[in-house]
């Protein structure tokens, strides 16, 4: 039996791609929008062109939105802050744009960054109900909230503020596996700084779980927060090295990312306890285990 139709801008990446399956195997209906369309339940579009084929949409009742290009992917030249905004913002309101034409429209998930809380105070945890930060992520995790907020005129709206997502399959977490079997990875700045992670298992896990029981507003999408210094130590233990290299200087990291240093050198520690009230529990709850599966 079908349990409703849904579909994911954003659908073809990482996380987009289990979500997918996930759902399938859940009994959902599901659909990508896709601006290179290669299966039978890909739909075109292309926010850029203003385009999107708005008769296969009008039956839709679940629309997640994953699209953002990547964060740490280049320095924040003023022509990649356009860009980040643009695949954020830009798509959101796209969506928002032609949401008249999906008339059975029940729900809206949006992505969001853990990012959005800042590095005033890096010891004690964020919850939900806490203001935005100051800084250039922050700010640009708060528009792109505020544009998916449009969606609560028509119906419930979710917004996942996602921490970083280890996989064995792509991400980050391969590429830094390679350096730490090189014996090049070392701690970052202090080493003190906090690094909200989740399994992606897990985080797929938590957008099912929003779904059935339509959550609504923020919600921290976080197994659990460990030291930068920790985190890198126990990836060395998983893959069998050592870290034998000094910590990476603040003033290094600047000269090298620019502006993003920020995000790398400095970290937050947030509260998953809007999740575990809502009975939503990871499954795979330690950094050793994670690490185990994805070496």
Known sequence: MMRGKVLIAGGTGLIGSLLEMRLRNAGYEVFILTRNPKAKNHILWDPERNEIDVKRIESIEVLINLCGAGIADGRWTKKRKRILESSRIGTTNFLFKHSDKMRALKHYI????????????????????????????????????????????????????????????????????????????????????????????????????????????????????????????????????????????????????????????????????KMYRANIRPVYNTLEGVFEICK
């Open 110 to 273: 949006s992505a969001s960054g853990i990012t959005c809380y800042g590095y005033e105070e890096m010891d004690r945890p964020y919850s939900e109900e806490d203001e935005f930060g100051t800084d250039y992520l922050s700010q640009l995790v708060m528009k792109w909230e505020e544009s998916a907020r449009q969606f609560e005129s028509i119906c419930k709206v979710s917004i996942m503020r996602i921490s970083i997502v280890l996989s064995g399959d792509g991400g980050a977490l391969p590429k830094l596996m390679k350096i730490v079997k090189k014996g090049l990875a070392s701690p970052i700045g202090s080493g003190n700084q906090w690094m909200p992670w989740i399994y992606i298992d897990d985080l797929v896990s938590v957008f099912l779980s929003v779904i059935d029981l339509e959550l609504e507003g923020p919600l921290n999408a976080v197994t659990s927060c460990t030291r930068n210094t920790d985190f890198i130590k126990l990836l060395a233990k998983a893959t069998g090295n050592r870290i034998w290299l000094p910590k990476v200087p603040v003033l290094t990291m600047r000269v090298v990312f620019g502006e993003m240093a920020d995000m790398l050198t400095k970290g937050v520690q947030v509260s998953n306890d």
